[in-house]
């Protein structure tokens, strides 16, 4: 029996290539006749994988698309693969990104084994991701914290606020937030019975005490805004431009820092998040073409007070 369930874990995975596996070349994958190869695949079914079959000289198997995502099965370099991803996808700034990222990040971090998770940690600590402009955070340390958060159970955790020597702390945690390159913790701090956000890259060795509790009423309207006015973050804007050149043409440029949608061959439109107006508008700049401010009107003046400047430094030049 040990024997089959092996066997048919390792057809899953090869299944879950996606790729057509003709029906000779699996069973020697497998090491097993083509009847029992069949057998097998009657099991991933009863089970509730779709797997597909097609006879004749081209016939084969593949896994299709099914109504919910099956489990995945993964080798040591694929897990420590998605986990860095999925860890850079949480810092990418993508709206609606960093929630469900952190949430798949908590899952697969959960699962590995300890000597996965320390190569998890080196990766992530020696790769430079032009997504992730602020310090990066140990991937135990964020899932143990958003873990905490989700199931409403006391953390503790030690602390070096800028300044000053470590402290110990417990905390009844509420929400992670991303924000300006950089991970906070918003919690009610029981020795100090206030609300107070904390940098994920000055805590350390945090532990879910056991300890749940009822969730307290934050004193502000959400968790950003909560951080932000903690930590004097100025709110982000929201920059809109009609960018007269081709969309394929200004995604090179920008990338993933902007949303651009197609407008017809020679137009698009092209809109970025950014707490500082300097960066969208040398990002315009450097599409180099002709463009129109949408939005808001501190960006229009921000760029009419760049062009001032340009202006007057080709005069003095003259």
């Known amino acids: 029996m040990a024997n089959t369930s092996s066997r048919t874990l390792k057809l899953l995975s090869l299944l879950q290539t996606h790729r057509h596996w003709p029906g000779l070349e699996l069973a020697d994958r497998l090491g097993v006749s083509e009847r029992t190869l069949r057998r097998d695949v009657d099991r991933l079914r009863e089970l509730g994988y779709p797997v597909s079959a097609a006879r004749g000289t081209d016939g084969g198997y593949q896994l299709a698309p099914g109504a919910v995502l099956p489990p995945l099965l993964l080798d040591d370099e694929e897990a420590v693969a ?10 990418s700034g993508i709206a609606e990104m960093e929630d469900a990222s952190l949430r798949a990040l908590t899952k697969v971090v959960q699962v590995l084994p300890p000597r996965l998770k320390a190569r998890v940690d080196a990766l992530r600590a020696m790769t430079v991701s032009a997504a992730a402009s602020g310090p990066v955070i140990a991937a135990g340390v964020l899932t143990a914290v958003a873990q905490a958060c989700r199931d409403e159970e006391r953390l503790r955790f ?13 905390v009844e945690p509420h929400r992670v937030v991303a924000l300006g390159g950089r991970w906070y913790l918003v919690a009610y701090d029981l020795d100090r019975h206030d609300w107070r956000s904390f940098r994920l890259d000055r805590l350390t060795g945090p532990m879910a005490t056991g300890a749940r509790f009822r969730p307290r009423l934050l004193p502000a309207e959400d968790a950003v805004a909560f951080v ?3 930590s004097g973050a100025p709110a982000p804007y929201t920059v809109e431009a009609l960018v007269h050149a081709p969309s394929a043409r200004v995604r090179q440029v920008v990338g993933q820092w902007g949303t651009i949608e197609a407008l017809g061959q020679d137009s698009c439109r092209l809109t970025m998040t950014s707490t500082s107006l300097d960066w969208p508008t040398q990002a315009l700049g450097n599409v180099g073409a002709e463009f129109e401010v949408l939005g808001p009107p501190e960006f229009a ?7 001032a400047r340009f202006l007057r430094a080709t005069r003095a030049a003259e």
């Open 82 to 91: 998605l986990a860095v991803g999925i860890g850079d996808a949480a810092q």
């Open 301 to 307: 003046a921000h760029v009419q007070e760049w062009g």
């Open 228 to 230: 932000q006015t903690a």
């Open 158 to 170: 030690g602390y070096t606020s800028r300044g000053n020597a470590p402290t110990e702390r417990e």
